[in-house]
């Protein structure tokens, strides 16, 4: 049985920071591409940053680029994300995607608020 089980969300202040991990099961995790998404209120859900399977290249998207670093321990089966400088608008729902060829998988989403 496949699952991503995210953590480490929670409410933070402005220039705070968090750390994310989602941790995988059920399948191959190293052969996986993983990803973390957010999804605002009233909005849709978006790219933040993607970490390849082989070699561990990295991208980001621009509101996140200098803030934000994703990683992966493919003998832990974990993919983090930490998050420096938050602000207001970097409050969402924040999921973790595995993906390879046709297959990809959802983890649940964890919530981060950022707010004074």
């Known amino acids: 049985q496949v699952q991503l089980v995210e953590s480490g969300g929670g409410l933070v202040q402005p220039g705070g920071s968090l750390r994310l991990s989602c941790v995988a099961s059920?399948?191959?995790?190293?052969?996986?591409?993983m990803g973390w998404y957010r999804q605002a209120p009233g909005k849709e859900r978006e790219l933040v940053a993607i970490i390849s399977s082989i070699g561990g290249a990295t991208n980001y998207a621009d509101p996140v680029k200098g803030r934000f670093t994703i990683s992966r321990d493919n003998a832990k089966n974990t993919v983090s994300l930490q998050m420096n400088n938050l602000n207001p608008e970097d409050t969402a729902v924040y999921y973790c995607?595995?993906?390879?060829?046709?297959?990809?998988?959802w983890g649940q989403g964890t919530l981060v608020t950022v707010s004074a």
């Open positions: 059920g399948f191959t995790f190293s052969f996986y591409a």
């Open positions: 995607k595995a993906r390879k060829a046709q297959s990809e998988y």
